[in-house]
């Protein structure tokens, strides 16, 4: 039997959901909605769920994450009711629920909770650099660059970046498995084929290397081909330069945090200069969306869309200039930014990776995923 929270509304509301209680029920938004299917009507059934308080309901299910958030629901709806956001703050509100500690609930929910967590672990990353850091010398190497393995040795760097790895790929896996369980696990009914787990599994490595749901997004109301939209563009250019830095520093530092300074079409250089310029244009790109509102999607804001976004840039600028300093030549200035980059970037993966933003990179393939094994068990009845 279905169970009602009362107060999911008010909940949700804390998540970024607008007056979603004003919607009566007309389907426009699911009518408009390029992604819908037969299979997946969304997201009209999520906005009934949710006023309803159906909370159980909404947990099993994928179609929060079947949305791309292109935003022609909520610029047809006739009530205003803005379900693209209500969508959105669904995905929030179910990364919290997937995250068994607690603590993705309480970042997305308290300003102090968000803000305090970063200042705390940047507070660890300063005080392990002063009381630990190499000697901070002014002596060059023969290419005339700065010695950063001396005051920061890669392999004692190293060591923090593994345990930091193996720190978020615990708590994202076991989060992804709990969202299997609210998924697939409350699928009573219905007898799942084992071979279907392997048989649609490279769905979900498509999805999370492609992204292409975007591509048909934002195309029904105009009768428009599937085609190459700059959002979709820009958060592919954005993710894979993430994640090649994220591989090369947590996997590679040896390879990566160099003294030797390489000719400029080194894959060293190459694969951070593509990562640079994908995170930087992306950056640029999505705060000037988030500040200018034009476009649907980009009107309203959740704090915690602007942590990340703010996260990735001190980030990103950080590591350029710790980049300029060392290639000429500049100790002092290179040591305390490679300070203030760690102070950034360690917050930025700890809190986003399994917590909070960033998860739905993986979320949203494993959601695809499960629901394409789900509606092949159902087919195959
Ligand atoms: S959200 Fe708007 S378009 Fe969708 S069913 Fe409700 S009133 Fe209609
Ligand atoms: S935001 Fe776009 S993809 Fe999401 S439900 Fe609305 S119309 Fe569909």
Known sequence: MATINPGFATELKKYGALDFNKCYNCGNCTAVCSLSTGDNSFPR??????????EREIQKSTTPWLCYYCGECSATCPQQTDPGELMMSLRRYLTSKYDWTGLGAK????????????AFLALVVLFLFVFFHGPMTNELTADGGVMLNTFA????????????????????????????????????????????????????????????EFSKCDTKLEQKKPALNTYWVVHWFLMSSYVIMFVMIVA??????????YAWFHPQRILGYYAT???????????VQRIKKSAQKSKHSHVTD?????????????????????????????YYMYVFHLMALV????????FSKWSHLAYRPFAIYFNKIIVAAKKSK
């Open 252 to 261: 590679f530092l040896g390879w990566f945090q160099t003294d030797n300074i």
């Open 107 to 118: 970042l997305y929910t308290s300003k102090l909770w968000e803000f305090g967590t970063i």
């Open 347 to 354: 917050p930025m993966l700890m809190i986003e990776v399994p």
């Open 45 to 54: 059934e999520m906005i009934r769920f949710s006023v309803l308080g159906l």
């Open 306 to 334: 602007w942590t990340f976004l703010v996260l990735l840039f001190l980030t990103t600028i950080s590591g350029i200039l710790v980049h300029v300093f060392r290639l000429n030549g500049m100790p002092q200035p290179t």
């Open 153 to 212: 040795p890669w392999q004692q760097i190293e060591i923090g970046d593994l345990l930091m790895g193996g720190f978020l790929a615990f708590f994202l896996m076991s989060n992804i498995f709990n969202m299997y369980l609210k998924i697939i696990g409350s699928q009573k009914d219905l007898k799942i084929p084992f071979k279907l787990y392997f048989s649609e599994f490279w769905k979900l490595i498509v999805h999370f290397g492609t992204q292409r």
């Open 277 to 287: 310029v994908g995170l930087t244009i992306g950056i640029v790109y999505f705060f």
